[in-house]
């Protein structure tokens, strides 16, 4: 079982900023994947960005957002800067990577809302 605690949303007029946390903790050996979705009001849960050695972004947020980790601490971040009202939504943490056993395991956490007014 790999626990997440996700912090910092909050609303924000747009073209401010805004920095998610996402601390993972429990029976995790290696993580090999972090990333964070989103998922707006009647809308699918979709991918922001993801690192895994290297970085990703989906393109609607390239430039705007930065993703990053603390190895040691087992937490990911993502830098949210020019938001826009359309970047409103619940976001989700996800890591992927191995238990002590070496055995695959995955986990979302809890969601946080940012809500962007124009």
């Known amino acids: 079982q790999v626990q997440l605690v996700e912090s910092g949303g909050g609303e924000v007029q747009a073209g401010g900023s805004l920095r998610l946390s996402c601390a993972a903790s429990?029976?995790?050996?290696?993580?090999?994947?972090m990333a964070w979705h989103r998922q707006a009001p009647g809308k699918q849960r979709e991918p922001v960005a993801s690192?895994?050695?290297?970085?990703a972004y989906a393109a609607s947020v390239k430039g705007r957002f930065t993703i990053s980790r603390d190895n040691a601490k087992n937490t990911v971040y993502l830098q949210m800067s020019s938001l826009k009202p359309e970047d409103t939504a619940v976001y989700f943490c996800?890591?992927?990577?191995?238990?002590?056993?070496?055995?695959?395991?995955?986990?979302w956490g809890q969601g946080t809302q940012v809500t962007v007014s124009s």
């Open positions: 690192v895994d050695g290297k970085t």
């Open positions: 996800y890591v992927e990577g191995l238990d002590r056993s070496l055995k695959s395991v995955e986990s």
């Open positions: 429990g029976n995790t050996f290696m993580i090999n994947s």
